[in-house]
T-cell receptor, first 115, second 115 residues
Framework: ETGVTQTPRHLVMGMTNKKSLKCEQH?????MYWYKQSAKKPLELMFV???????ENNSVPSRFSPECPNSSHLFLHLHTLQPEDSALYLC??????????????FGPGTRLTVL | AQKVTQAQTEISVVEKEDVTLDCVYE???????LFWYKQPPSGELVFLIR??????QNEISGRYSWNFQKSTSSFNFTITASQVVDSAVYFC????????????FGSGTRLSIRP
């Protein structure tokens, strides 16, 4: 595997379900990100991890819970979601979270539908 | 505050035409980075270019070229001799240099190339 991978690619869940999105980067990067992309809305940064430490949390509801066990893996745990949470969830990584090596490389995304 | 404006929501041109995607930004940072990303129908954002604020030299990569003008706070992207495979949503983004600065994406321009 190369680049940034995300699983699953598609997920349909009910409002009472608990599920997790997984992201893995094979680039040796130190920073990882979760974004939400809804129809007709700008890309929304949700969380940023740098060296496994959360450095950004953009007022995201607690029904979204990130986890970064190591610099290569990032999870987004979901529980009691709402239909408006349906969106494309994108994971990205960069060598550093800021400074000169900050271009981000994205995974293919998980298309989430909440019924 | 930082802001990225992509005023063109959708553009449609016939194949082989040249097309320019506009990007205007606002920032108080003296050092910052500008990016362009391409999002094809598959969903994955593909990194195209990063430009440092202190380097105003324009860049050309094959059919792609970028015009960075600090005086007008613009970072426009031109595709020469467009092809159907260029059809995608293109995002312009801005990030300050400081460790506290997060990347800000524009709302994107949907480019359709008609055969």
């Amino acid at each position: 595997e190369t680049g940034v991978t995300q699983t699953p690619r598609h997920l349909v869940m009910g409002m009472t379900n608990k599920k997790s999105l997984k992201c893995e980067q094979h680039l040796g990067h130190n920073a990882m990100y979760w974004y939400k992309q809804s129809a007709k809305k700008p890309l929304e940064l949700m969380f940023v991890y740098s060296l496994e430490e959360r450095v950004e949390n953009n007022s995201v509801p607690s029904r979204f819970s990130p986890e970064c066990p190591n610099s290569s893996h990032l999870f987004l745990h979901l529980h009691t979601l709402q239909p408006e949470d349906s969106a494309l969830y994108l994971c990205a990584s960069s060598q550093e979270a800021s400074g000169a090596y900050n271009e981000q490389f994205f995974g293919p995304g998980t298309r989430l539908t909440v019924l | 505050a930082q802001k990225v404006t992509q005023a063109q929501t959708e553009i449609s041109v016939v194949e082989k035409e040249d097309v320019t995607l506009d990007c205007v930004y606002e920032t108080r940072d003296t050092t910052y980075y500008l990016f362009w990303y391409k999002q094809p129908p598959s969903g994955e954002l593909v990194f195209l270019i990063r430009r440092n604020s202190f380097d105003e030299q324009n860049e050309i990569s094959g059919r792609y070229s970028w015009n960075f003008q600090k005086s007008t706070s613009s970072f426009n992207f031109t595709i020469t001799a467009s092809q159907v495979v260029d059809s995608a949503v293109y995002f312009c983004a801005l990030q300050g240099y400081s460790s506290a600065s997060k990347i800000i994406f524009g709302s994107g321009t949907r480019l359709s190339i008609r055969p």
